[in-house]
């Protein structure tokens, strides 16, 4: 008998914890209420007359590269699923296991790739949420609309991009 009244007190003393849990949350709402949702339509595109960078362009470019993103994984799991079936066709010919080789090989540096860009989507949606995208990591300066359009997960100015790779070259070289 002594057991089952421990017992009894010990759900009373979790009942008001797990009372106390569902205030907090109520009151951590309003912070997030503060923020306004900003809705564009399918269509929209950003235009150089509007501010640079303002609520709608950063909307406008997290949709985009969450899209963006999505296609890469699926298209990568696609090819993973697809390539992994292929490796019960196994020929006797050296020829055509040395093409299905290269070919597997073709697809993993692509795969590889694309892994890769969405890595760069992942570090251009956190630029959008530390407000940082949109400006070139080494001058702060803006990249531009159309530089962003073309390629959404620039981190430099065309001029800076250009410095980087004669870096790179100059390195490659020695």
């Known amino acids: 008998m002594p057991k089952t009244s421990k017992i009894k ?13 569902p205030v907090a949350k109520i009151a951590s709402k309003p912070k997030i209420a503060n923020k306004v949702l900003i809705k564009i339509s399918e269509t929209y595109t950003p235009k150089d007359t509007e ?30 699923y697809n390539g992994s079936m292929d490796d019960n066709s196994i020929s006797a010919d050296i020829v055509d296991q040395a093409s299905s080789y290269t070919d597997k090989s073709v697809e993993m540096k692509s795969i590889n790739r694309q892994i890769k860009l969405i890595s760069e989507i992942d570090k251009a949606l956190l630029r959008i949420k530390d407000n940082t995208y949109g400006y070139c990591l080494d ?36």
Request: charged share 40%; glycine share 2%.
């Open 139 to 174: 001058t702060a300066e803006p990249i531009g609309l159309k530089r962003l359009m073309a390629r959404p997960v620039a981190k430099y100015t065309i001029a800076a991009q250009e410095k980087h790779e004669m870096k790179e070259k100059v390195h490659a070289d020695d």
């Open 51 to 80: 501010k640079y960078l303002c609520e709608k362009h950063k909307v406008y470019f997290r949709m985009k590269l969450q899209e963006w993103r999505k296609e890469l994984v699926r298209a990568n799991n696609n090819s993973l």
């Open 9 to 21: 007190k010990k759900i009373k003393k979790l009942k008001p914890k797990s009372v106390n849990k």
